[in-house]
């Protein structure tokens, strides 16, 4: 099971850091990405870890401004997010799939209720 939090209102150029903290055995060896989903679109691939921590991937759209890393230890997983837009507002979700990190929605197996960023300009 899987639990998003830190959502909030921020300006714009500000940051929030969100967590997705795992219920369960075995979290270490899953690998973990980050969706969201503004209003009246679809939802998009944000960025995923590795189990280890060691490679993550970004979307075009958040690469230099947005970090995911985890602590196993914790069983946690974080999006730090950095110079935040307006654009970036969105329901944001995690997700958690077993073998290689993707991009693709369809390929996680677990997913956390989501949390709401909201960026004013």
């Known amino acids: 099971q899987l639990q998003a939090s830190g959502g909030g209102l921020v300006r714009a150029g500000g940051s929030l850091r969100l967590s997705c903290a795992a219920s369960?055995?075995?979290?270490?060896?899953?690998?973990v990405g980050w969706f969201r989903q503004a209003p009246g679109k679809e939802r998009e691939f944000v960025g995923v870890?590795?189990?280890?921590?060691?490679?993550?991937n970004y979307a075009d759209s958040v690469k230099g401004r947005f970090t995911i890393s985890r602590d196993n230890a914790k069983n946690t997983v974080y999006l730090q997010m950095n110079s935040l837009k307006p654009e970036d507002t969105a329901v944001y979700y995690c997700?958690?799939?077993?073998?290689?990190?993707?991009?693709?929605?369809?390929?996680?197996?677990?997913w956390g209720q989501g949390t709401q960023v909201t960026v004013s300009s």
């Open positions: 997700a958690a799939r077993s073998i290689a990190p993707t991009r693709r929605e369809y390929e996680f197996d677990y």
């Open positions: 369960g055995r075995g979290f270490e060896r899953y690998a």
């Open positions: 870890i590795r189990w280890s921590g060691i490679s993550t």
